[in-house]
């Protein structure tokens, strides 16, 4: 009667019968590497001398910004936020570590060890059974932190911009308010985009002069955001204008666009005198599309033609600040009012506004060469001087 027991290729011993199930690698028998594409069964002797329960590779390098933290990933810089990159090494590890195809049951476990600023030890332990037996492996791979500079950090520190918003005012210099708030929303926006991932928004410096204010910025579509968040809050216009500068690796025409925005004449807050106009001087409540503002004279609306614009031909007589308090004498009629001239203290008439109190014993007032007349009161409620200016912000433009 013949033996139909199997013997392996290699050492002549015999191989134990298997059933279907039983075989490594889900049944399949362990292929002879020096008999290629023959389905042969090794002993167990032979297989584990062969076996290799972990490949791990023999050094692990990760890339760090030195400047910023951020961890170089496949083909790109990711911020992490993190304070060391223990985290990160266990990762990269996790990575590169494959466990033999033949290993059921695997599990495992790592535990770091910081030997210098720039090196941590990983120490992997790994368990898992093959041809019914437990097998178990420890490696440590070194994980070498390589400091270098981000393409962001070397472009901030190249001083590198795309675009550059220039913050000017048509026929007076920005008020430092406009100023700060250019300043804010710059960094709002940079900040904005760096919270959905775009690393490469930054701003490269800001810098005022006599004019106004210049901002420096990374890419164009920060320029045009800064330039058109201006434009919503305090109106005015924005032109642009391309330069080329030089040309990518590809070829590709690279340009700088600079963002001029130019703020309204007006703000409001102040009273103009309009030219070629009798109705009165006005006090300016909106530069948004046509200036709009209140006639000082008779507390009515008014609103600059479609032509004039934001910018209808006046002089500036002052601001709403700038009244004066003073005594109201006698209410003459629904037209005039009595008060003292607060230079010459004598009495005198001038229009009365809508918006004046027949009750109120002083009144703001505001003397120029358009004559005396009455300003409304920062503070209508309680007829004293507020603690803070009156903001014609707060009126619609209704």
């Known amino acids: 009667m013949s033996d139909s027991r199997a013997f392996c290729p290699r050492c002549g011993d015999p191989v134990p019968e298997r059933t279907d199930g039983d075989d490594s690698a889900g049944g399949e028998s362990a292929r002879d590497p020096l008999r290629p594409g023959a389905e042969v069964e090794l002993c167990d002797s032979c297989y584990f001398d062969d076996f290799d329960f972990i490949d791990a590779p023999d050094r692990i390098d990760v890339q760090v910004c030195a400047r ?57 332990y790994f368990t898992g059974v093959v041809r019914d037996m437990p097998v178990e492996e420890q490696v440590m791979i070194p994980v070498k932190i390589a400091r270098q500079t981000c393409q962001r950090c070397g472009r901030i520190a190249g001083d590198y911009y795309a675009s550059i918003v220039q913050i000017r005012a048509e026929d007076r210099t920005p008020t430092s308010e406009e100023l700060e708030r250019a300043k804010e929303i710059a960094h709002q926006t940079v900040a904005d985009m760096e919270a959905t991932g775009d690393r490469n928004a930054f701003v490269t410096e800001i810098s005022e002069d006599a004019d106004g204010l210049n901002i420096r ?11 058109n968040k201006m434009i919503e809050e305090f109106g005015g216009s924005v032109n642009d204008a391309e330069t080329l500068v030089t040309e990518d690796e590809d070829g590709n025409e690279v340009y700088r666009v600079t963002f001029a925005v130019r703020l309204p004449p007006y703000i409001p807050g102040d009273i103009i005198d309009l030219t070629d106009d009798d109705g009165g001087p006005v006090l300016v409540r909106s530069a948004h599309g046509n ?40 209410v003459e009629d629904e037209n005039a009012v009595q008060v003292l001239d607060p230079e010459t203290f004598q009495a005198t008439t001038v229009s009365r506004p809508e918006y004046f109190e027949p009750e109120a014993e002083t009144v703001p007032v ?10 409304p009161d920062p503070d209508p409620d309680t007829g004293e001087e507020s603690a803070e200016p009156y903001d014609p912000y707060s009126q619609t433009d209704a």
């Open 68 to 124: 910023c933290g951020a961890v170089h990933k496949g083909n790109r810089w990711v911020d992490i936020g993190a304070e060391d990159y223990t985290d990160i090494a266990i990762e990269r590890v996790s990575e590169a570590l494959s466990v033999h195809v033949d290993v059921d049951d695997v599990a495992w476990q790592v535990e770091p060890e910081q030997v210098g600023e720039n090196t941590i030890r990983m120490y992997a």
């Open 217 to 227: 910025v990374s890419t164009n579509k920060i320029g045009k955001k800064i330039s």
């Open 291 to 330: 200036l709009k503002g209140t006639r000082i004279t008779t507390g009515e609306r008014y609103e600059a033609s479609y032509e004039e614009g934001n910018s209808p031909e006046a002089r500036r007589l002052g601001r709403l600040e700038d009244g004066e308090k003073t005594t109201v004498v006698t």
């Open 366 to 375: 505001m003397k120029s060469r358009a004559g005396l007349h009455i300003l």
